[in-house]
């Protein structure tokens, strides 16, 4: 925790950061009870990064092509990381595989959002996964994260219809609105204290979750 005692955040993007948008948004309007400290990309390009530089978060890049393997690339990551003293790591839209000796260092405090309604269609192409198994509703979640890809305990998640005329693009369009939506209140709820993860399951206000939490169309947050 910061002086002020709030969860000190660090978070990881890859590409556009519509979803640190949203955690940028939360914070500045004073309604996310973090210290954004820093956003990391492996990506000297990626658009994320202006969006932080916009509005005085601290930037870098570890670029994983200067790397020679994953260790060594994970290595340098973990200490641009750890230079801002993170409580907590954020993966938003951060497309890299990471060794197990990283994920051990940051478990329990690392969250990932993930377009899917998990345990469905861990990894890429989800959406259109989701149409060809002619699936009626889709979403998005928020884990932490473990070694299993995309197998963490979820946290929250949200779901949308599956329309008949969908194609990949719109029903993509659709579940980023969600992941917009939960990844800020899943990041409240560790920030608060409420969410944690313990043996391999989500803590949520000193029990363990049966299932995730459900964002409802209304804006509530349910157990399902």
Not at 21 to 45: F, K, T, Y
Request: glycine content about 8%.
């Amino acid at each position: 925790m910061d002086q002020d005692g709030k969860c000190r955040a660090v978070v990881l993007i890859s590409g556009r950061g519509t979803n640190l948008q949203s955690l940028i948004d939360c914070w500045s309007d004073g309604h996310l009870p973090i210290d954004l400290r820093a956003v990391i990309s492996n990506e000297p390009r990626a658009m994320g990064l202006e969006r932080a530089r916009q509005v005085g978060i601290d930037v870098g890049v570890v670029h994983h092509r200067e790397f020679p393997d994953r260790g060594s690339f994970d290595a340098a990551l973990s200490k641009a990381i750890d230079a801002h003293a993170p409580d907590l790591l954020l993966l938003a839209g951060f497309m890299r595989i990471l060794t197990d000796g990283f994920i051990d260092h940051y478990l329990g405090r690392m969250l990932n959002i993930h377009p899917s309604l998990l345990p469905k269609y861990q990894g890429l192409d989800t959406h259109r996964r989701a149409l060809q198994a002619g699936d009626t509703e889709h979403g998005a979640s928020v884990h932490f994260v473990t070694r299993e890809l995309d197998g963490g305990p979820v946290i929250i998640q949200a779901k949308v219809p599956v329309l008949a005329d969908d194609t990949p693009e719109r029903l993509a369009a659709r579940v980023l609105e969600r992941e917009h939506r939960i990844f800020p209140l899943a990041v409240r709820l560790y920030a608060d204290g409420r969410v944690k993860m313990a043996d391999n399951q989500v803590i949520y206000d000193r029990r363990a979750l049966g299932a995730p939490l459900l964002l409802t169309e209304a804006g509530k947050v349910v157990e399902e």
